[in-house]
Antibody, heavy 119, light 107 residues
Framework: EVQLVDSGGGLVQPGGSLRLSCAAS????????MHWVRQAPGKGLVWVSR????????NYADSVEGRFTISRDNAKNTLYLQMNSLRAEDTAVYYC????????????WGQGTLVTVSS | DIQMTQSPSSLSASVGDRVTITCRAS??????LNWYQQKVGKAPKLLIY???RLQSGVPSRFSGSGSGTDFTLTISSLQPEDSATYYC?????????FGQGTKLEIK
């Protein structure tokens, strides 16, 4: 059974840092593009970042470029999102998601982890 | 960047009704269009991928159509459990943008 388990969220002050993790199981992790998507409280879904199977290619939303870094450890079947210089507008539930092999859709999602940026 | 615009933003319909949600892309995205259903407090669930392909396990009352810039999600006979927010998403090019969502309420 495919499972994605998000963790690492919490309360952080503006300007602070946090690292999110997404533990994957039930599939060949290194074969899939992985993504982070976020959702501010009461708002819609926003794409954040993606990384290819071997970690050699990454993309970011303009709003997080230069502050967030996506990475993966295929030996540990884990996806990461290092978030630096956090702002109040980064407050959201962060979901990891697995891209399909033949489409850009997300068949599997983590349960989400809440990041709150506040003083 | 590609902008995705959904309409309506919200709607209310009765059990058994046929419901249609539309999604328009700011430029052609071929068939790189996906639909998700999200219930309160839960992660989104994939309903339709590649504009018209039904995800495994999703009831056949859900269908998708369109290509280029204009797409629709149709629920042929609304059920109580379909109360949720629905999002379209383009996977043509990054950033993989979502529509703003359509909140569907059952009367």
């Amino acid at each position: 059974e495919v499972q994605l388990v998000d963790s690492g969220g919490g309360l952080v002050q503006p300007g602070g840092s946090l690292r999110l993790s997404c533990a994957a199981s039930g599939f060949t992790f290194s074969s899939y593009w992985m993504h982070w998507v976020r959702q501010a409280p009461g708002k819609g879904l926003v794409w954040v970042s993606r990384i290819n199977g071997d970690g050699s290619s990454t993309n970011y939303a303009d709003s997080v470029e230069g502050r967030f870094t996506i990475s993966r450890d295929n030996a540990k079947n884990t996806l990461y999102l290092q978030m630096n210089s956090l702002r109040a507008e980064d407050t959201a539930v962060y979901y990891c998601a697995r891209q399909g092999l033949r489409s850009g859709s997300y068949t599997y999602w983590g349960q989400g982890t809440l990041v709150t940026v506040s003083s | 960047d590609i902008q995705m615009t959904q309409s309506p933003s919200s709607l209310s319909a009765s059990v058994g009704d046929r419901v249609t949600i539309t999604c328009r892309a700011s430029q052609s995205i071929s068939s790189y269009l996906n639909w998700y259903q999200q219930k309160v407090g839960k992660a989104p669930k994939l309903l339709i991928y590649a504009a018209s392909r039904l995800q495994s396990g999703v009831p056949s009352r859900f269908s998708g159509s369109g290509s280029g810039t204009d797409f629709t999600l149709t629920i042929s006979s609304l059920q109580p459990e379909d109360s949720a927010t629905y999002y379209c998403q383009q996977s043509h090019s990054t950033p993989y943008s979502f529509g703003q969502g359509t909140k569907l309420e059952i009367k």
